[in-house]
């Protein structure tokens, strides 16, 4: 392969036929140095984090409520298609072969679908919890499995299902989608190389699944305060600033993809990279946003067997809106807790880190 830059921008080719001639070299990327590598960075701390949020919810069985679960899918998805943006290029470089571009461009266009899908199922969660939150019969264990079935079904079926038939579409015919590929069978960047195939399979989705999240997102707003303002001026005081709920929410809604839209219709260079940085370390964000917190240091804390010196005593006696308590497991989930006097550590991290 040959590394050149053209406009100062790095250009990497790859010759089809082992002698680098004009007619036979393939373009794979041409962007600012810096998208490349702010890219790296955020994809790698994406990676990072969205494995944490496994790993978090895995050892801790008491954090595996139905919010935890719909966040692990999360996860899941986050990774797989993290892990290829970071891998992929250089597997092509040393292994050349368009069959493999193919391959990399539908893992790619499934993963990053099935990111905006589980981020509407998480989406919708909010909302559900929320309004369910003063209803005074809790719901029944065997009532939320079967809610995270339907999730479970709804959040991979629909971006495999548009996967499928983008696929089907790409092998039926000469001049639709083209994974990996040009109109002349020259292979392409790994991705779907048809403009109107990719509005249609991709763009489009992701338009509708960001229009729900946004109008979901300002319902979650609203709820949370109008909830913020009925409670007392010393309940505010102990809580975090809402602000964080804010970022919260704004990370899981996918809201950060209208920077892309944004930067597409300003055509500068750099209205790039505030989409290139909020988008590429999603899974980061999430994991400081709902596990990075005092309660789940101190699960660590006690998986480890380190010493921990606890508070002697707590008091507490608010109503809280927590992201983070493991009864909840990450849901945004109205709680209340009485006044109380008691001895654990658990009680005073439990109450003094709520959201």
Avoid at 164 to 169: G, K, Y
Avoid at 210 to 225: D, E, S
Avoid at 284 to 299: G, P, Q, S
């Amino acid at each position: 392969d040959v590394i050149d830059y053209l406009g100062g921008n790095p250009v990497v080719c790859l010759s089809q036929n082992g002698s680098f001639l004009e007619n036979t070299t393939v373009l794979y990327y041409s962007y600012p140095t810096g998208y490349f590598i702010l890219t790296n960075i955020g994809c790698s701390l994406s990676v990072v984090g969205s494995f944490l949020i496994l790993l978090t919810y895995i050892l801790f069985k008491e954090l595996r409520t139905l919010p935890s679960k719909i966040l692990m899918n999360l996860a899941v998805a986050i990774i797989v298609s993290n892990l290829f943006i970071l891998i992929g290029g250089p597997i092509i470089s040393s292994f050349p072969s368009k069959n493999l571009c193919t391959s990399v461009a539908i893992i790619l266009h499934m993963f990053f679908l099935a990111q905006f899908s589980w981020m509407s199922m998480m989406v919708f969660e909010m909302i559900r919890t929320l309004r369910n939150a003063t209803k005074l019969t809790p719901e029944s264990q065997h009532f939320k499995t079967r809610l995270f079935v339907a999730y479970f079904v709804l959040g991979w079926s629909i971006p495999l299902v548009i996967t499928v038939a983008s696929i089907v579409v790409n092998f039926t015919t000469d001049d639709l989608v083209l994974y990996g590929e040009l109109e002349d069978g020259t292979q392409g960047s790994c991705w779907i190389n048809h403009l109107e195939s990719a509005i249609v399979a991709f763009i489009v989705p992701v338009a509708l699944s960001i229009l729900f999240n946004g109008v979901n997102f300002v319902c979650v707003t609203v709820l949370l305060c109008s909830a913020w303002r009925t409670e007392s001026k010393l309940d505010k005081e102990k809580h975090v600033p809402f602000l964080r709920v804010y970022i919260a929410i704004f990370s899981i809604t996918g809201l950060t993809w209208l920077f892309g839209f944004l930067a597409i219709l300003a055509r500068s260079v750099w209205a790039w990279y505030p989409f290139i940085i909020l988008n590429s370390t999603q899974g980061f964000v999430i994991f400081i946003m709902f596990l990075f917190t005092k309660k789940v240091a101190l699960l660590y804390l006690e998986l480890l067997h380190i010493p921990w010196k606890p508070k002697t005593s707590c008091t507490s006696a608010k109503k809280t809106y927590d992201l983070h308590t493991p009864k909840y497991g990450g849901g945004f989930t109205s709680s209340k807790t009485d006044s109380a006097t008691c001895q654990s550590s658990a009680c005073c991290l439990y109450t003094d880190s709520t959201v």
